[in-house]
């Protein structure tokens, strides 16, 4: 017998392995999304061996079925940039508020988990401010060195300061132990100076 933890992990898993975009790990291909969010798993229990249940489920369905909704189906724009992201955020809450009834959960553990999602108050909940600094932590070791090879050094150096800006002491320190490019670690303390 599985738990309700375990069912809605595996939903979730699920949902993420239907994602047509693939990343290729040591030669093999995966669905993208479904690596993400046990990128995100895997850097939350690094970074807080005991996070709660909610903090767990909220980690795992950060980017649930993301490819649904496309970035160029908006225009390319912070306004567009800032729709596309909102509609993205409700569709997270709906499905992992969803998945979460289907396993069992009360509405209380299912709102919470939706509140966690929509990262509306990361910087006065704590486990809010830990989700943030894992979507960080999993941009800086995974995903900055693409990113940075195809932005301008001026346009960088913004993301990191924004990036920055929205994580803990706590996030901080883990982000100067990840490893980076020479050129992305030039980067991130020019952007820190």
């Known amino acids: ?14 949902k993420n392995s239907k994602d047509q975009n693939q990343e290729i790990i040591d030669g ?7 690596v993400y969010s046990r990128r995100m ?12 249940e ?3 489920i909220a980690a795992r369905a950060q980017h649930i079925c993301r490819w649904e909704i496309p970035r160029k189906d908006y225009p390319m724009d912070k306004p567009g940039y800032m729709s596309w992201r909102n509609e993205l955020k409700k569709m997270h809450v709906g499905l992992a508020g969803d998945i979460l009834k289907q ?5 209380e553990f299912i709102a919470r988990v939706q509140f966690l999602i929509s ?33 301008s050094d001026e ?27 020479d050129k992305s ?6 952007a820190l100076a």
């Open 1 to 14: 017998m599985s738990t309700k933890f375990e069912q809605a992990i595996a939903l979730i898993d699920e």
């Open 28 to 34: 093999v291909s995966y669905p993208k999304e479904l």
């Open 41 to 52: 798993t895997d850097c939350l229990l690094n970074f807080k061996s005991d996070a709660s």
């Open 54 to 56: 909610a903090l767990q």
């Open 103 to 107: 396993v069992g959960y009360d509405e």
């Open 119 to 151: 990262k509306k108050s990361f910087k006065k909940d704590a486990d809010s401010q830990t989700l943030e600094d894992v979507v960080c932590l999993v941009f800086l070791q995974y995903y900055f060195e693409d990113f940075a090879s195809k932005h």
């Open 155 to 181: 346009k960088l150096i913004d993301i990191v300061k924004k990036t920055w800006n929205k994580m803990s002491e706590t996030g901080h320190k883990k982000a100067l132990e990840l490893s980076y490019s």
């Open 185 to 190: 670690l030039n980067l991130i303390k020019q």
